[in-house]
């Protein structure tokens, strides 16, 4: 789900989300989470993330708002990677650190 604010009302949410606003909280199909709002036409995403288990990103530059996928309550807390130093190419240890600030994209592989 991807929003321009990050405030939605219920109408907005049902939309992009499915899920709805209902006495017993967020609802969707046959499943319900406690939620509870005092105005629905100002619902906080960032609330909605924490109560659907989901993460949350905010893209300053393009002014968006993205609501992560149902992860089985394995969702990433943040995007920022753990510390790794591996031999590169040639055999000098590399710090991944020393890309901090840009976007990295990495590629694993494994012979299983």
Do not use: N, Y
Request: proline residues 6%; hydrophobic residues 45%.
């Amino acid at each position: 789900m991807i929003a321009r604010s990050p405030v939605v009302d219920a109408q907005q949410l049902l939309r992009m989300s499915g899920w709805h606003l209902a006495p017993e909280g967020l609802c969707r199909d046959d499943r319900c989470v406690p939620f509870a709002t005092q105005d629905p036409g100002a619902i906080e995403l960032a609330a909605v993330a924490k109560a659907l288990g989901r993460p949350i990103v905010h893209d300053e530059r393009h002014g968006l708002f993205a609501l992560g996928s149902e992860a089985g309550g394995r969702a990433l807390s943040t995007a920022t990677a753990p510390r790794l130093v591996l031999p590169d190419v040639d055999g000098r240890m590399f710090d991944l650190a020393s890309l901090r600030g840009q976007k990295v994209l990495l590629v694993a592989w494994a012979s299983w």
